[in-house]
């Protein structure tokens, strides 16, 4: 079974360009979160999707960030314009909606740099 | 509001010797679920171990073991037989709710790197 895939894995841009991540969940996973760990600060939460739903977008940082998940299956993210403060991994991670255990699986993220 | 505080910035282990990696989190929830979580240098999260607030046993995956003293809000991780493969970032991270609630949301601590020596 395929696990959590992102893509890229790695993106240089400039300031005030545009990047847009793609996220593919765990076939048959309901659940698709975005976290971000910038340098030395913990990984931190931005947002949970049910299904195509936005269930909880509390750790979005600002309104330079979008992401979405057409028909429930990926799921992309869009930062415009991108600002240095920005730099940074940024993780997916799927959960079946009724997994015993809850586990949480990870991708192996999308190391982000605005130069 | 959650914390996760993880207080080891680094540790160092010989190979086959146990290693214990902290964690004390912070909620007023009576229901929530404690997650360790490694990442090795390639960058990806790899879950390790969960333990629900309401298990009564403490959970062990293999090599991995988490010490859940609820009172003490404490969720160490402990890895016998320590291998070299085991150097690595180590993040302990909480989830609040029921499992079949709609909050999934984790709160991580800052992470352990820990360095097994040959």
């Known amino acids: 079974e395929a696990g959590v895939t992102q893509f890229p894995s790695h993106s240089v841009i400039e300031k005030g360009q545009t990047v847009t991540l793609r996220c593919d969940p765990i076939s048959g996973h309901d659940n698709l979160y975005w976290y971000r760990r910038v340098m030395g600060k913990e990984i931190k939460f931005l947002l949970h999707f049910v299904k195509e739903s936005k269930q909880d977008e509390s750790g979005m940082p600002n309104n330079r960030f979008l992401a979405e998940r057409t028909g429930g299956t990926y799921s992309t993210l869009k930062v415009q314009p991108a600002e240095l403060e920005d730099s940074g991994v940024y993780f997916c991670?799927?959960?079946?909606?009724?997994?015993?255990?809850?586990?949480?699986?990870f991708g192996e993220g999308s190391w982000l740099t605005v130069v | 509001a959650q914390k996760i505080t993880q207080t080891q910035p680094g540790m160092f282990v010989q190979e086959k010797e146990a290693v214990t990696l902290d964690c004390t989190y912070d909620?007023?929830?009576?229901?929530?679920?404690l997650f360790w979580y490694k990442q090795p240098s390639s960058g990806e999260m790899i879950f390790l171990i969960y333990?629900?607030?309401?298990?009564?046993q403490n959970a062990t995956e293999g090599r991995y073991s988490l010490n859940f003293q609820k009172a003490r809000k404490s969720a160490n991780l402990v890895i016998s037989a320590s291998q070299l493969g085991d150097s690595a970032m180590y993040f302990c991270a909480m989830r609040e709710g029921y499992s079949g609630g709609s909050n999934y949301k984790l709160t991580f601590g800052k992470g352990t790197l820990l360095t097994v020596n040959p």
């Open positions: 991670a799927s959960s079946h909606r009724q997994s015993s255990g809850n586990t949480i699986y």
């Open positions: 909620t007023s929830d009576q229901s929530y679920g």
């Open positions: 333990q629900g607030s309401y298990d009564e």
